[in-house]
């Protein structure tokens, strides 16, 4: 069959790579083309608050593909460009410089935008965001040993910040509104762990306060607290959440409530639209619900589905949701989304920064936390899937072997 | 590549081997995992790679190594990538056993 087909992805990130891998990986042999707002090919997030941040590794050294691997793959590439309209009725995209673009199908992955912070001075120079490779190159440019530096937001990327600046020899100053670290995806046990990791490490923590207006002349200078304290400062980075790009399909017509609805085969409202991603609201059979995932291995996985789906090959997608984060020498990973858990119990030792906090609900495994033990963690998800008895007083009995609880 | 080019270390004893812990190891500036399977032990690269992690601190099922850091799966005996986000195989080594003793071949350095 001759393939005449165009499938257009808008969003030339993660999600929107895996979709354009995964067309060519199944045959499709019709035109496939990546269009991105960023000048980048597809690229890692992971790094732009470590090892980029750092300075340690070049932009080319990110992208998940290589411009060569892409061209063997005959994946077109169209970045610098942003898509304002997506026109169903004629089945095509519309670019900000007015061009239109038809499509057979099409896949958003658009991803998400940091949240602003809504006060006085924000738009200063030296008041920075953290989410694209632009970013990490603007705040490396601005930071030197000695910087003083304000993290707005004790959140993943506010941690994982402040620990890269501490690396950097900067004075790094997280300030939380909350009264713990990571209050939304941690219990209040590691919320205080990982404010004695980080002060240890030299990370000055305030929690229960945010900020009121930052000030300076043409720069910025310092930071006001709602108490009237100032601090001297001449680069803050705020990390306080990011919100799903949406509004294109929101305009195009397309279900959106808290992201774009797809289901789980990454289909929207429309049978020839697609979406994966951050930006997406999905159902997740294994827990039983809604959720919409800001985490790297459901924009790699989605996508994939994503891109069978456009060939109408795809299988259900749902998988207990896993985050990490690397923050000085710790390894943080997260399985599972708890919810309504019993009780919590601790395996390992906290003081020696090598431990994995478990969730237990209905004799089960709800969800798993680990800190500098990635391996208990993957056999907590088995043990999940599982869904394997296991007793409070066996997970925290260091002669227990965890892989033969999975052996049950 | 002749044998003459390959050179066996001894790396570890065949206890310190199980089917669910493998063991790293390093020969001069290598890293190499040894993994036990269906009591045949082999070798192969143990960084990922995709990115920077100890696959000797994944998990092991089915023949398959998993990547502690983004879940690529790796084929233990032949070291190739069998998952997303991996598309690069890690490399494999000859192995032997001699008495209680595994020994990896990896080619000759220079010194």
Not at chain 1, 56 to 85: H, P
Not at chain 1, 310 to 327: I, V
């Amino acid at each position: 069959m001759n393939e005449d087909r165009t499938f257009l992805i808008i969003g030339a990130s993660q999600a929107g790579g895996w979709v354009a891998q995964t067309l060519r990986h199944e045959g499709f042999e019709g035109k496939v083309i990546l269009i991105g707002e960023e000048p980048y090919l597809p690229y890692e997030r992971p790094p732009l608050s470590k090892a980029a941040l750092l300075g340690e590794v070049t932009v080319d050294s990110t992208y998940f593909w290589s411009q060569e691997t892409l061209d063997e793959a005959n994946i077109e590439t169209q970045l610098n460009t942003r898509v304002i309209a997506i026109d169903r009725n004629v089945k095509e995209i519309v670019t900000e410089g007015g061009t239109r673009m038809g499509y057979d199908k099409l896949a958003i992955t658009t991803g998400a935008r940091v949240r602003e912070l809504p006060v006085e001075g924000a738009d200063l120079p030296g008041v920075f965001y953290l989410r694209t490779m632009e970013n990490t190159l603007a705040i490396r440019d601005a930071v030197k040993d000695g910087t003083t530096a304000m993290i707005v937001g004790g959140g993943w990327i506010g941690l994982e910040c402040a620990a890269t600046l501490t690396k950097l020899g900067c004075n790094a100053i997280v300030i939380e509104s909350a009264d713990r670290l990571c209050g939304r995806a941690v219990t209040p046990e590691i919320s205080d762990w990982m404010l004695e990791f980080h002060t240890s490490h030299g990370v000055d923590v305030r929690l229960g306060t945010g900020i009121e207006k930052f000030q300076g002349a043409g720069q910025l200078e310092r930071a006001v607290l709602p108490s009237g304290d100032t601090i001297e400062c001449s680069v803050a980075v705020v990390g306080i959440g990011v919100i799903p790009n949406a509004e294109l399909a929101r305009d195009a017509g397309l279900e959106v409530d808290n992201g774009i609805v797809v289901d789980d085969r990454a289909c929207t409202s429309d049978s020839d639209i697609v979406a994966a991603g951050d930006v997406t609201n999905h159902p997740n059979a294994l827990l039983g619900r809604r959720i919409r995932l800001e985490s790297y291995e459901n924009a790699q996985n989605q996508g994939i589905i994503a891109g069978k789906a456009m060939l109408n090959k795809a299988e259900a997608y749902s998988e207990l949701p896993w985050f990490w984060s690397d923050q000085f020498d710790a390894n943080l990973q997260m399985i599972g989304l708890p919810k309504d858990w019993e009780e919590t119990v601790t395996r390992g030792d906290k003081d020696s920064n090598e431990f994995v906090t478990f969730y237990l609900k209905d004799g089960v495994i709800d969800g798993a936390i680990s800190v500098n033990n990635p391996r208990d963690l993957r056999i907590a998800k088995r043990l999940m899937l599982g869904k394997k008895q296991v007793t409070a007083a066996e997970l925290i009995n260091p002669e227990t072997k965890m892989q033969g609880l999975l052996k049950r | 590549m002749s044998d003459a080019n390959i050179e066996f270390h001894s790396v570890a004893n065949t206890e310190e081997v199980t089917e669910d812990e493998p063991k790293a190891v390093s020969i001069g500036r290598m890293d190499i995992g040894i993994y036990k399977l269906d009591g045949e032990f082999y070798a192969i690269d143990d960084i990922c790679t995709h990115a920077y992690a100890c696959m000797t601190d994944g998990y092991i099922d089915d023949g398959q190594i998993e990547c502690p850091l983004h879940g690529a799966l790796f084929d233990i005996k032949t070291g190739k990538a069998m998952t997303a986000p991996a598309t690069i195989d890690l490399r494999s080594y000859e192995v032997k056993v001699d008495g209680d003793q595994i020994m990896v071949g990896v080619p000759k350095t220079e010194d």
